[in-house]
């Protein structure tokens, strides 16, 4: 009953910037951390940026001073804003969201994303 949405991908420069965002939608009742994962071809899945609820962040470190995370709780929306962009950037990158869909039922899940591809490239 909830769905993540991502928009924003696409093929960009070296040196170039992009805005992911990702929209939750559905029965919602609290939206926890949210985050953005990415995976290249033959390789595992790994963290981007985390932000909590209440605004703490968490950076991979080869993203860290590049990428910045943020979020809209009122339009239940992460955003990531990719600058300085490098072709090992390359990658579809997958939404991720921590949500409680009422309030007798807390107990937080884990939802993803159907992923949008970023390609940085000459």
């Known amino acids: 009953q ?5 928009s924003g991908g696409g093929l960009v420069q070296p040196g170039g910037s992009l805005r992911l965002s990702c929209a939750a939608s559905g029965t919602i009742f609290s939206i926890y951390t949210m985050g953005w994962y990415r995976q290249a071809p033959g390789k595992q899945r790994e963290l981007v940026a985390a932000i909590t609820s209440s605004g703490g962040t968490t950076y991979s470190g080869s993203v860290k001073g590049r990428f910045t995370i943020s979020r809209d709780n009122a339009k239940n929306t992460v955003y ?14 997958y939404c991720n969201a921590q949500i409680a869909s009422t309030q007798l039922n807390r107990n937080p899940y884990n939802y993803w994303g ?4 970023v390609t940085v490239s000459s």
């Open 2 to 6: 909830v769905q993540l949405v991502e």
């Open 114 to 117: 159907q992923g949008t591809q």
């Open 80 to 93: 990531l804003q990719m600058n300085s962009l490098k072709p090992e950037d390359t990658a579809v990158y």
